[in-house]
């Protein structure tokens, strides 16, 4: 269990549930593949995410009513699950920047000063 | 907020129907393959690199893993799992886990009753508020033992103003009296009680009010509150009583309220209240019982110190009230009540205790030696990743449940034993304030047993299967009988051959008892004969020749009744007899000395309960102005005192007797003219006292009773005679008549037959239990050892011979229990000494008895699997390995 491959990280909770957030936000409806990739491609370097943790962050916020799943076609006729965000999702979202904004901007003032 | 709400009550969902959400995820992991697949082929791999790959990036299993933990409860799926694989598991052997449970329902149960009963009967009887703290207050004669509980007005007021450790005090005295109703005459118990009675019992009635200090005033009108039995017996339950005026005894009296069914206190069908007045004429009579609620906070011994003190001032002034050396004696009043019964209940907790304990041995055993057959099952769990803890959790689950199953089936076993229990419970030493029930508390215990032995035997198997050497494990199991576990499990069976030996002990010796009492020869045919209690209305019926008249009539017309040989009237009936009084002898004035039972009766007594004469004649019939000059006496009587019955005949003695209806008593004469054979006179587990008869003489007491021999049934004369005696007088009341035989039951023997039962019930279930316990471990061990004697007799042993060193083990086990048991019986035995009646705790019937009893059930329970082992044929015992 504790055998993670090195280089892959498991996130904080909150941070991976802003990652899905935002990207639901910005690209609109998307499967749990798409997500992953999109991710990967964003990241300057392969993204070290663990794919299944991906599933816990969408079940998790799909509990919380933050976003709503449906059955869906892709563009090659496949099936999947097309995750949207909700409007308490957007709610969430705008609550979960700022908490975000605030602990990076701290952390950074803190990398900033340096071991004094 | 909102959201995390919703989040719990879909993983509750998800837990509770765990499929959709199962389906759901397999069709997006389905999904989520293929597209990834399709992209990776877009980028040039075939389509099984492309499938490889893919699985390598997106791994299902741990997908599903976590995906479970996030949409549900984890520790509840894991319990539910836990709970599924016990089921499961317990269903595979039936045997062994329905006699587990039965061994838990039998143990569970039992102590599930005994607590009731001690819950309901010593711990909590009252009804009333604060019931811990009512005393009940004697003046104890110091140099003779005796003394007396009856206190007079004078001392009362002393006792109540002087002292400050009592937050209330009631006074009370009981009497009977007659209720006059349109059709019969009823004999009522009615207590007289001081005006605060009710306040400071504190339950409200169940019908009208109950009475108050204003009902104490001087032209107050008079009232009763009526006992719900009473009500219910007498009035007919009728409501309506309520506020209507009856005759009690002499005076026309309102009902004002009637109690609820638990308002017993002293027995009273009804209360009528009397305030303390130093100036009536009885004063010295009311009242005579004294109680007291202590202050919160006050001991029995603050009590006791203040009353000491006012008591010996009193003494001083009053020296012809107290014994020449006394003291005050506070008793809670909840001991006072059932002090004699504590005894039996507690003998049956011990028992019941012991028999949990069995229970409780047998199911460790049970699990112990399941555990060892298991051990391989536990050792591949082991090898195939799973922990410690979860194969421990995993058995406490197993035990939790085959627990609780025990405990359903206990709380059954206890509901049906409560009800049979009860209707065996003598009514004599049990206030009528008990209500019995499965209380919460008992059931609460009966929980916690449950649990705690869950605990117990799931433990100890699961951490020893926990801590198995996995290669050893799986190498194969142990062999042969000895080991550690071996020990442990032979340790189990001595404690139970032991245990249930305690128990059958102390059954036999109470058995013992039991026979004794009812083998007693009381000296009276006492299933022919019907007892019959008169009570005359009061104000009538004063003059002895009045009585003597009515019994003339009754008995001449009784003794006209078909199926009647002899009827005859008296005064106290055996086993014991009227009342003591001193005797002189041969100039020798009466003395304390010489002690004698005195009873009167009429011509035909001795007719009547079959006393045969011994020497000289009968009591003669006395005319209604005659004084009584002769007498009868017992065997012991004439033996004591004149060396024989031909001795005493003809002999003169005086005895000191009461005068009239006054209180005053005066030396009178008798010639003995006639001995009779000996009764019990002192109770059935004396011998008989010197015993004297005097014929008639109705001078004492308001009652009497009617003893009729009947020449066949004696109920059958009930209804007979006591027509009789309403045609002669409608105002006269009876006891509703018994036979003597029901009485000697109510009165003797039934609380030695509920302690023998109770015990007699363990005992059986406790030897029921080991068999189970033997039986299971020895077949388990001779199952193990079923290679070892397929290898002595493939060698030329003979059954018999490999037969012998597998019972050689149980034997010797078996010695060892019996010894450890007759051991700890030696000290157990001491707790029902004062419970045992001409049987010594030492009896060496009982002894060979109960070892025989248990030796002989365990031999059987280790024969039977030790036969079939020898049966098996012993190629197919070696090729089985």
Redesign the interface.
Known sequence: MTSEPSGRVELLQGTLDLIVLQSLATMGPQHAYGLAARLDQLADHPFPLNQGTLYVALVRLEQKGWIKGAWQRTETNRDAKFYAITAAGRCALERQTERWRRLAGFVEKLLVEGPS | M???L??FV??LANFIRPAPADR??E??VA??L???E??LQRRGMTPEEAAVAARR???VH??RE??R???SFVWLEDARRDLRYAVRTLSATPGFTLLAVLTLALGIGSVTVIYSVIHDVLLDPLPYPDSGRFVNVRVRDTASGGGRAVLPAAEFLDFQQQSDVFEDVIGTRGDSLLLKTPDRVEILRAVHVTPNFFEVMGLPPLLGRAIGPADAAHDAPLVAVLRHRAWVSYFGADPGVVGRAYRFGEELRTVVGVMPPRFTWHAADVWIPRPVDLAAPDAVTFPRNFQARLKPGATIEQAEAQLNVIAARRARSHPDEYPETFRIEVVNVIEDVVGDFRGVLYTALAAVGLLLLIACCNVANMLLARATAREREMTIRAALGAGRGRIVRQLIVEGLLLALAGAAAGALLAHVGVDLLVRFLPEGPLPGEVAFGLGGPALVVSLVVAVSSAVLFGIAPALYAARRDLVQGLRGEGRGVAGGRGRLRNALVVTEVALSLVLLLGAGLLMRTFVSLVRVETGVDADRILVVFVVFPPGEYEEPAARRQFFDRALERISALPLVEAASATQGIPVFGGFRTELGLAGDPPSRERMSVVQWCTEDYFRTVGLTTVAGVHLPRIGPDEAPRTTVVNQTFASTYFGGAAGALGQSIELLLPVGTSSERKEVRFEIVGVVRDVRNQGIREGPAPHVYLPDGMTVGAGRTILVRAAGDPRMLAEPTRRVLAEIDSNVAIRPPDTFQEALDRYIFAQPRFSLLVLAVFAITGTVLVAIGVFSVMAYTVSRQTREIAVRIALGASRRQAMGVVLGLAIRLLAVGIAAGWLASLATTRLIEAQLWNTSRHDPLTAVAAIGIVAAVALVACYLPARRAMGVDPVVALRHE
Do not use: F, Y
């Open positions: 909102i959201a995390g919703r989040r879909l993983r759901q995820l069709r997006e999904s989520h293929v597209l990834m399709e992209d990036t997106l791994r741990e997908v976590r995906h933990d996030a949409r």
